[in-house]
């Protein structure tokens, strides 16, 4: 329970009206407007009942020759209450207005947002968990628009008007309508600071729990293979059984507050009608005054009950709008702060004193790198697993900034560079393609959408992915599955080849592109590099030495620093070397 303990000693509603505010900013004028609308319609209501308050007057005192204005008077309440109905329509209608707007903006920014993010944030936070915090986030604020237009603020301007109103008739009224006000505003404050924590836990629970299960989903076929069905459903039993019990707590608590609300609101009421009665008694009041009065507080109080209710639950999204507001403010850690667009590169890549560290300790995943990427070479990147190769073709997409030293293209540091204007003449081909559950075509296309039909076909017959599309149910427009299920490895390899190729890049990484292939896929990936590293700055991250051999320029990494660097032959003279040893290990037939 400490994070409960924790987590009441930060409750604090400092900051959430700005951030709820922040995050409708597309509607604001439309917002102003209608909170104009919205005072004009409340005011417009005490009308009808004023109007009663005439009638009744004048009934406790009727003649003959009041019969015209008695009639004058009931008619002037059926147009103040058309009056109303008209302004409510308008009002209602802008309303949906803003929701409209607003359902289609905020996820539409919430994930324009999470695509811009750098790889840093992705990589530490579970893919449920970001599903999560948008949909939950943009629910819960459709939820506190409607209920915010159509209760809170029209409740607020009536309860402020009451008061007014109360004060002019008589000071007294206004005096117990304002007692009991504040003292159920407080009741319904110490209740929402005493479940705050529980809410808290019980989102944080709800995030973990969409984790838990797209882990589950992402990952069916080793949950299945190693029969770890059971398993998963316990876990995630596990989580929902937490929030059960939490949800419970907090509901009981809110119950149990209910109990005081509702007996400062009969108290306020029964003060309210003694008071009048007394009053009429006393010939203060004429009865139409009291019937008018009753029937204006009773509305404000009971209106008062309700916005608390709403309030409960205003304050139970809080917790759901503030994480979808963090993700609004989240910062990528990669700065796009360049402002060169060049319309060519060369593509030599040059690394001065680079370090570099994921998590900013002294742990560096690369240390002290001086290295020159010639362009129009081979370059081949080796050497154990963990010492630095992807980490180092990273920091030529800039995906990451190095806490020291320079990566330069062209001589330029990679940072005056407009992040999107440079990487366009960048393509990579990671080991593990990543496949959308859409046709071959859209999945070639993917780097270049608007691409042809026949341009796609020429990038695949260059990435030999030709011939077995050709024997797919639909060839190019054979939907290929939630992550390329119903294609073999060697087959998503081939068309992220043929992705890349599409791209027609200056700079082409192949990151451990054939370390998972049988041969006959590995000897097909290899002739497609062969068939597209003229006139490109090729780069290679293998295992294989069998790959790299032709490479113009072998470069060894250990321990995230170049411990060797020169052509296979140089590097396999070498007998004391690390690429030595790999080969030798590798010729033997272990694994490295």
Same mark, same amino acid.
């Given at each position: 329970?400490?994070?409960?303990?924790?987590?009441?000693?930060?409750?604090?509603?400092? !900051?959430?009206?700005?951030?709820?505010?922040?995050?409708?900013? +597309?509607?604001?004028?439309?917002?102003?407007?209608?909170?104009?609308?919205?005072?004009?319609?409340?005011?417009?209501?005490?009308? !009808?009942?004023?109007?009663?308050?005439?009638?009744?007057?004048?009934? %406790?005192?009727?003649? /003959?020759?009041?019969?015209?204005?008695?009639?004058?008077?009931?008619?002037?309440?059926?147009?103040?209450?058309?009056?109303?109905? /008209?302004?409510?329509?308008?009002?209602?209608?802008?309303?949906?207005?803003?929701?409209?707007?607003?359902?289609?903006?905020?996820?539409?920014?919430?994930?324009?947002?999470?695509?811009?993010?750098?790889?840093?944030?992705?990589?530490?936070?579970?893919?449920?968990?970001?599903?999560?915090?948008?949909?939950? !986030?943009?629910?819960?604020?459709?939820?506190?628009?409607?209920?915010?237009?159509?209760?809170?603020?029209?409740?607020?301007?009536?309860? /402020?008007?009451?008061?007014?109103?109360?004060? /002019?008739?008589?000071?007294?009224?206004?005096?117990?309508?304002?007692?009991?006000?504040?003292?159920?505003?407080?009741?319904?404050?110490?209740?929402?600071?005493?479940?705050?924590?529980?809410?808290?836990?019980?989102?944080?629970?709800?995030?973990?729990?969409?984790?838990?299960?797209?882990?589950?989903?992402?990952?069916?076929?080793?949950?299945?293979?190693?029969?770890?069905?059971?398993?998963?459903?316990?876990?995630?039993?596990?989580?929902? @059984?937490?929030?059960?019990?939490? %949800?419970?707590?907090?509901?009981?608590?809110?119950?149990?507050?209910?109990?005081?609300?509702?007996?400062?609101?009969?108290?306020?009421?029964?003060?309210?009608?003694?008071?009048?009665?007394?009053?009429?008694?006393?010939?203060?009041?004429?009865?139409?005054?009291?019937v008018f009065v009753f029937t204006i507080s009773e509305k404000a109080?009971?209106?008062?009950y309700r916005i608390s209710r709403l309030y409960d639950r205003i304050?139970?999204?809080?917790?759901?709008?503030?994480?979808?507001?963090?993700?609004?403010?989240?910062?990528?850690?990669?700065?796009?702060?360049?402002?060169?667009?060049?319309?060519?590169?060369?593509?030599?890549?040059?690394?001065?004193?680079?370090?570099?560290?994921?998590?900013?300790?002294?742990?560096?995943?690369?240390?002290?790198?001086?290295?020159?990427?010639?362009?129009?070479?081979?370059?081949?990147?080796?050497?154990?697993?963990?010492?630095?190769?992807?980490?180092? #073709?990273?920091?030529?997409?800039?995906?990451?900034? +190095?806490?020291?030293?320079?990566?330069?293209?062209? @001589?330029?540091?990679?940072?005056?560079?407009?992040?999107?204007?440079?990487?366009?003449?960048?393509?990579?081909?990671?080991?593990?393609?990543?496949?959308?559950? #859409?046709?071959?075509?859209?999945?070639?296309?993917?780097?270049?959408?608007?691409?042809?039909?026949?341009?796609?076909?020429?990038?695949?017959?260059?990435?030999?992915? @030709?011939?077995?599309?050709?024997?797919?149910?639909?060839?190019?427009?054979?939907?290929?599955?939630?992550?390329?299920?119903?294609?073999?490895?060697?087959?998503?390899?081939?068309?992220?080849?043929?992705?890349?190729?599409?791209?027609?890049?200056?700079?082409?990484?192949?990151?451990?592109?054939?370390?998972?292939?049988?041969?006959?896929?590995?000897?097909?990936?290899?002739? #497609?590099?062969?068939?597209?590293?003229?006139?490109?700055?090729?780069?290679?991250?293998?295992?294989?030495?069998?790959?790299?051999?032709?490479?113009?320029?072998?470069?060894?990494?250990?321990?995230?620093?170049?411990?060797?660097?020169? %052509?296979?032959?140089?590097?396999?003279?070498?007998?004391?070397?690390?690429?030595?040893?790999?080969?030798?290990?590798?010729?033997?037939?272990?694994?490295?």
């Amino acid at each position: 329970m400490s994070s409960i303990k924790n987590a009441q000693a930060k409750y604090s509603l400092k !900051g959430f009206w700005q951030r709820l505010w922040a995050l409708l900013a +597309p509607s604001h004028r439309e917002l102003k407007r209608l909170m104009f609308l919205i005072v004009i319609t409340e005011l417009s209501q005490f009308a !009808g009942p004023y109007l009663l308050k005439r009638v009744i007057d004048l009934i %406790s005192h009727f003649s /003959i020759e009041q019969l015209k204005e008695l009639g004058m008077f009931v008619a002037a309440v059926f147009v103040a209450d058309q009056s109303v109905s /008209i302004l409510n329509f308008f009002t209602d209608r802008k309303i949906f207005r803003i929701l409209v707007d607003a359902e289609a903006y905020l996820p539409t920014r919430a994930q324009e947002k999470m695509v811009f993010l750098g790889l840093s944030y992705h990589e530490k936070e579970n893919t449920g968990n970001k599903i999560a915090k948008i949909q939950r !986030g943009v629910d819960r604020v459709m939820n506190l628009i409607g209920n915010m237009c159509w209760e809170v603020v029209p409740t607020s301007v009536q309860v /402020i008007f009451t008061s007014v109103i109360l004060l /002019i008739v008589n000071w007294r009224f206004a005096l117990v309508f304002l007692f009991f006000v504040p003292l159920f505003a407080l009741i319904t404050f110490k209740l929402n600071k005493d479940v705050f924590p529980y809410r808290k836990r019980r989102h944080d629970k709800y995030e973990e729990a969409a984790g838990q299960m797209a882990q589950a989903i992402i990952n069916i076929n080793t949950v299945k293979s190693f029969v770890q069905e059971k398993r998963e459903v316990r876990e995630f039993g596990v989580i929902r @059984d937490d929030i059960k019990r939490t %949800s419970l707590f907090e509901f009981y608590k809110l119950l149990n507050f209910n109990l005081s609300r509702n007996l400062v609101i009969d108290m306020g009421r029964i003060s309210t009608l003694a008071l009048g009665v007394y009053l009429v008694w006393q010939s203060s009041i004429t009865i139409g005054s009291l019937v008018f009065v009753f029937t204006i507080s009773e509305k404000a109080f009971l209106a008062l009950y309700r916005i608390s209710r709403l309030y409960d639950r205003i304050m139970e999204s809080s917790e759901a709008v503030d994480r979808l507001s963090e993700l609004t403010l989240e910062v990528s850690e990669v700065a796009n702060s360049g402002r060169l667009k060049p319309e060519k590169i060369l593509g030599q890549v040059t690394f001065k004193d680079l370090d570099f560290s994921y998590d900013g300790s002294k742990n560096k995943a690369l240390a002290g790198i001086n290295l020159k990427i010639n362009s129009d070479c081979v370059t081949a990147l080796v050497g154990p697993s963990g010492g630095g190769k992807t980490t180092l #073709a990273r920091m030529i997409y800039r995906h990451y900034d +190095p806490q020291q030293g320079q990566v330069l293209l062209d @001589d330029k540091d990679l940072k005056q560079y407009d992040l999107y204007a440079f990487r366009k003449f960048i393509a990579i081909v990671p080991q593990e393609v990543e496949i959308f559950n #859409a046709s071959v075509r859209d999945n070639i296309a993917y780097a270049k959408p608007k691409a042809s039909i026949k341009e796609v076909e020429a990038a695949a017959r260059i990435a030999n992915a @030709d011939e077995f599309i050709c024997q797919l149910s639909d060839k190019y427009d054979t939907l290929v599955g939630e992550r390329g299920v119903k294609l073999s490895g060697g087959q998503r390899q081939r068309i992220g080849i043929a992705r890349a190729i599409l791209a027609n890049p200056r700079i082409l990484i192949f990151d451990e592109a054939t370390s998972n292939l049988d041969s006959y896929s590995e000897k097909l990936i290899q002739e #497609a590099i062969e068939k597209v590293r003229r006139g490109r700055t090729m780069i290679i991250i293998a295992h294989r030495l069998s790959t790299i051999k032709r490479a113009d320029k072998i470069v060894v990494l250990e321990n995230g620093r170049i411990v060797e660097q020169g %052509s296979h032959f140089e590097l396999a003279k070498n007998s004391g070397g690390l690429y030595a040893k790999l080969l030798n290990l590798q010729q033997l037939g272990d694994v490295v």
